[in-house]
């Protein structure tokens, strides 16, 4: 593959608060993103009644103090803009000849919502009902368990949407206190991206969201994450199919072995089309499965990832998909991969990672990740050498470090 | 507000003798290319016996060709830094490539061979078909494809649009290999297929390869007219009992072909009744009346007259008839009401903006163009009368149009009732009375793109 030619022009500016605003120039584009993602964490959510964080995301849209909720959605449109609120912030898409407009609705979202009583009481009942829908669905019901079951007590461990019980006592006061004391700048990110000179979008970015001040209190540490042992369960549902999850707690993503174990994962079980072992292996040799995955790369993050691998297969499957992930885990421990095997992943994962680049809010997201992280902005032009540097000894070696078939919860729902 | 918006790039059209049509479009923001082969087949070309063959096909085509062993076809896509899918839906099966620039003409050469010379390999088949049977068993266990397969298959009772395109356990598993050779030497061949590239590419090197690659092959038969789906003499209905605890519903409207000028206008109405906060259907059900907690409708456009779907999930507790009642209402009440001309404005500008974003990527322009090349009589140039066509649109016309379709006695209204909700519930039928009666017009203004070609109906192969 060839050396990556592309070069990214990214500004960045820290206000005082404590926010830094990042600009990506996009040349020639007619539209523009911004998104913002402040500091809250999944600690932040109050201990008695979880859920609290994923209603302050799911309301933000639903009034602010110059809009009420069919007025906000209404202005947006008027411009041709998608609006969203989440827990973190917000992000805003649009032609780029609204703007100013789109940012502003941003702004208002993010730093002013009224969270209206008659709102909250209906996204809650949506939220409630979503909540049991999910319960009906084998694939959600075992992933949601599996995380349980693999961070146990730690706060990881909590479902960030909530129970139906704790979702049920939210009440407006608790989303207003939770945006007040946590939306704060400080740590926290304002992202865009479009055509605009840099230090111009830093300049629209400094009007929008100098008013965001104040300060949020400490967060709350948060224990080591401490592997499981081995355990099995399944929840029977009246279902054609059964979902299996298979794995443990994973790593951050700054550990030393990110990159070593993001090629171990596209040879296992994350590679494009069904090129990984396991698709080879599951899916196209054995017939079990229409979708098999296996990685512990993409879900690292400031907090510990989980390796999982995943199956959607027959009940009369389980066993043998169960044991197929079990050989795989081992081979890939015990044997280095071949150098041409090696060589493809590495091909892939340098080649492909310019299609990230083509949206503006990809790029957007790009350089909130590249700060947070650390990466720097050159990082696009580093990746590629990054990935080369991998030896075949490099993947067996992350494999029998970060992967560990003695230690692995297994849990499946659906077709008994 | 005015938005200055290139709907139609300049496009580089290469014909060959035996059918077969390419575009090409060079954007050299990035150094990517991206490919798209469509193929005039899909599950309406198959005979009774024989459904789920066009997407069990589009699974075979990555098993192997004569030039492309097992397996290569994702390999190499792979070595290049690239991605490939595919889907099936009832009029087409697309295949796609995102590639570096540098290396994306091999994306050429597997479509060439793999147009007449798949090898469909009998112990693939036998081994792919266990894949297909998991999709179809994954797609069983979903809340919303049996309720909206129940509406198709009501809705089209003559038409070969009423069989799903998975198709049909038993026949999958009777399907053999020589069922499907015969199926793919008949329908595959360059007059039934175009292909869209778009990117960092050398438009005269390109157009010069294509012609190497597929100007020595034969033509194909034309795809045969499908049986007329007659005019409905009434209102259908289905029940369907599901173990899932949330109600749901689906109604389906028979409506007209893709391109044709009321098919803009349905996507205007679907966009003014429940694409957006500020939709009919969200202020009355989801915001007033707190009945359902999603609600969404889409103007299903298809070669053959398509259908035009609304589509909600109930809180619980809700009753259906009461649902069903609201939906009626507002339905009569934009017969009664069209479309204000502010409404208008705000729709036609969302449109506009979803038309900015389907071009962000070199993929999404590519299938864009392949969409309407493929789907609409005039072919990709129609891009070009898009936004002036919506624009023409003016509310007696919009009146009409949904006076012409959206009448209940020609609906298909489909319930999916959790177990312990009695199923006659939704039995009477609800009297409708104008929405303009209840005082305040809602404001339309959807989020959405319009979504021209967008099929529900449609499956793939899985991951990219």
Known sequence: ?416 | MKMDIEMLPDVDVVELKNGFRALLVERRSLPVVASVCWYQVGSRDEKTGQTGVSHFLEHMMFKGTDKFGKGEIDQQTSKMGGSNNAFTDTDSTAYYFSLAADRWETALEIEASRMRSCLLDPDEFQSEKSVVLEELAMGEDEPWRPLYQAVESAMFQTHPYHHPVIGYREELERLTVGQMRSYYERHYGPNRACMTIVGAIDRRRTRRRIKQLFGGMPRVADREVAIREPEPKGERRVTLKTTHSVARACIGFPTCRMGARDDYALDLLAHDLGNSKNSRLYRRLVVEDRLVTEISVMNEVRQDPGGFFIMCELHPGAAPEKVERAIREEVAGMIDEGVAAHDLRRIRTQIEASFLFQDETVLDLAMKLARFEAGTPDGYSTLSQVLSTYASMKRKELCEVAARYLQFDRATIAWALPTDLPASATAGRASARSAAKRGSRRKAAPKGSPKKGKKKSKTGRGKA
């Open chain 1, 1 to 416: 593959m060839s050396k990556n030619p592309i070069r990214l022009d990214v500004a960045e500016r820290e206000l005082k608060s404590g926010l830094t605003l990042l600009a990506v120039h996009n040349p020639g584009v007619q539209t523009f993103a911004c998104a913002v993602s402040l500091d809250t964490r999944i600690a932040d959510d109050p201990v008695k009644l979880p859920g609290v964080a994923n209603m302050v995301g799911e309301c933000l849209d639903e009034g602010t103090s110059r809009y009420d909720s069919l007025g906000l959605a209404a202005a947006a449109e008027e411009v041709g803009a998608a609006l969203e609120g989440n827990h973190r912030g917000g992000a805003v898409m649009c032609p780029v000849s609204s703007q100013k407009k789109a940012t502003e609705l941003l702004r208002q979202l993010v730093m002013e919502p009224s969270f209206p009583g008659r709102e909250v009481r209906r996204v809650q009942s949506e939220v409630l009902t979503e909540l049991q829908s999910e319960l009906d669905e084998p694939r959600t019901v075992a992933a949601r368990r599996f995380r349980a079951e693999i961070y146990g007590e730690h706060v990881l461990g909590r479902a960030m949407q909530g129970t139906l019980e704790s979702v049920a006592a939210i009440k407006p006061k608790h989303l207003r206190e939770y945006h007040e004391t946590w939306f704060r700048p400080r740590d926290g990110y304002v992202a865009a991206s479009g055509p605009f000179e840099p230090e111009d979008m830093l300049d629209r970015l400094e009007r929008a969201f100098r008013g965001l001040r104040g300060a949020a209190p400490e967060h709350a540490p948060l224990p080591k994450v401490q592997l499981g042992d081995a355990s099995d369960h399944h929840i029977a549902m009246p279902r054609e199919q059964v979902h299996v999850f298979l794995g443990h707690a994973g790593v951050r993503r700054e550990d030393p072995d990110f990159y070593r174990l993001s090629v171990m994962d596209h040879i296992l079980g994350s590679g494009p089309g069904f090129t990984s072992r396991c698709s080879r292996k599951l899916r196209d040799e054995m017939g079990l499965c229409y979708s098999v995955s296996a990685g512990i790369a993409a879900s690292a993050g400031a907090e510990p990832g989980t390796f999982t691998a995943y199956i959607g297969t027959s009940a009369e499957h389980r066993e043998k998909a169960v044991a197929g992930f079990l050989a795989e885990i081992d081979r890939i421990r015990s044997q280095p991969p071949s150098e041409s095997e090696l060589q493809d992943v590495k091909d892939y994962l340098t080649g492909s990672f310019v299609f990230a680049l083509e949206r503006n809010s990809n790029l957007a997201a790009y350089a909130l990740r590249a700060r947070r992280f650390g990466l720097g902005y050159d990082f696009v032009e580093r990746y590629p050498d990054l990935i080369r540097a991998v030896s075949v000894d490099d993947v067996r070696q992350v494999a029998e470090r970060h992967l560990h078939p003695d230690r692995l919860t297994i849990v499946s729902a659906g077709a008994s």
